[in-house]
Antibody, heavy 117, light 110 residues
Framework: EVQLVESGGGLVQPGGSLRLSCAASGFTFSSHWMHWVRQTPGKGLVWVSRINSDGSGTSHADSVKGRFTISRDNAKNTLYLQMNSLRAEDTAVYYCVRGGKTVVDYWGQGTLVTVSS | QSALTQPASVSGSPGQSITISCTGTSSDVGGYNYVSWYQQHPGKAPKLIIS???NRPSGVSNRFSGSKSGNTASLTISGLQAEDEADYYCSSFTTSSTLVFGGGTKLTVL
């Protein structure tokens, strides 16, 4: 069974940093592209970042480019999202999502990030 | 990248069929057969129900079907059931090699 368990969310002040982690199990982690998708409470889904299977290629949404960095450790079956210079508008539930280049399939349960003073 | 356009809400009675539209541009929906649909119940993570416009993953009911014409994709749910009440999101691959989601549609089963 595919399992994706996010951690690292919490309350942070504007301008602060957080690192999210996602522990993967139940599939061959190193064979899959991985994504982060966020959802503002009560609102829609927004794609944030993706990384290819060996970590050599990444892409980020314009809204987070230069502030967020996606990475992975295939030896530890873990995906990361380093978030710097956080803004109030980054407040959301962040989902770790398995997928490929063109589609995402399995989602974790999400971790809430709240940016507020 | 602008979000894909979905109706905010749709409704139907048990047993009826409903269709949810998802409109994009030639840079996303119209340019690729990489439209997916997700179902999200309150407090839960999204679940993939349609990929590549019309493919159903294993275990997804055949009451769910997808199609596309030009820049608009559609999700049809036939034989509506109470358990279908949820939010539905479309997504598409884009020319920027990113993904874009729709704003979501709340389905109410009357």
């Amino acid at each position: 069974e595919v399992q994706l368990v996010e951690s690292g969310g919490g309350l942070v002040q504007p301008g602060g940093s957080l690192r999210l982690s996602c522990a993967a199990s139940g599939f061959t982690f190193s064979s899959h592209w991985m994504h982060w998708v966020r959802q503002t409470p009560g609102k829609g889904l927004v794609w944030v970042s993706r990384i290819n299977s060996d970590g050599s290629g990444t892409s980020h949404a314009d809204s987070v480019k230069g502030r967020f960095t996606i990475s992975r450790d295939n030896a530890k079956n873990t995906l990361y999202l380093q978030m710097n210079s956080l803004r109030a508008e980054d407040t959301a539930v962040y989902y770790c999502v398995r997928g490929g280049k063109t589609v995402v399939d399995y989602w974790g349960q999400g971790t809430l990030v709240t940016v507020s003073s | 990248q602008s979000a894909l356009t979905q109706p905010a809400s749709v409704s139907g009675s048990p047993g009826q069929s409903i269709t949810i539209s998802c409109t994009g541009t030639s840079s996303d929906v119209g340019g690729y057969n990489y439209v997916s649909w997700y179902q999200q119940h309150p407090g839960k993570a999204p679940k993939l129900i349609i990929s590549e416009v019309s493919n159903r993953p294993s275990g997804v009911s055949n009451r769910f079907s997808g199609s596309k014409s030009g820049n608009t994709a559609s999700l049809t749910i036939s034989g509506l059931q109470a358990e279908d009440e949820a939010d539905y999101y479309c997504s598409s691959f884009t020319t920027s090699s990113t993904l874009v989601f729709g704003g979501g549609t709340k389905l109410t089963v009357l």
